[in-house]
């Protein structure tokens, strides 16, 4: 059974940082691509960041220059390091894997989610 655990979600006023992790654990073979979304309220899912194996990023042009993703492959982890925070950020935060498990079959997993609240 495969799990992403996020952690680091909470309460902070604008301009402040948080950072949140991701872990996966489970039958996982190798990680490729990883990646951290928002949603907002009766919005739609986006794009936050994203990294891959190799550890190039990319990002939503409303958080370049403020959040960054990371990775660490020895623990099967994903953060984002997210500063000068706005009220538009917030948002509940899902990370994603890109899994080869140990019978080799590849799929997408989801995190369950982290309230991100940033107050003005």
């Known amino acids: 059974q495969v799990q992403l655990v996020e952690s680091g979600g909470g309460l902070v006023q604008a301009g402040g940082s948080l950072r949140l992790s991701c872990a996966a654990s489970?039958?996982?073979?190798?990680?490729?691509?990883m990646g951290w979304y928002h949603q907002a309220p009766g919005k739609q899912r986006e794009l936050v960041a994203h990294i891959t194996s190799g550890g190039s990023t990319n990002y939503a042009d409303t958080v370049k220059g403020r959040f960054t993703i990371s990775r660490d492959n020895a623990k099967n982890t994903v953060y984002l390091q997210m500063n000068s925070l706005k009220p538009e950020d917030t948002a509940v935060y899902y990370c994603n894997a890109d899994l080869v498990l140990t019978n080799f079959s590849r799929r997408i997993y989801w995190g369950q989610g982290t309230q991100v609240t940033v107050s003005s």
């Open positions: 489970g039958s996982i073979f190798s990680i490729n691509a």
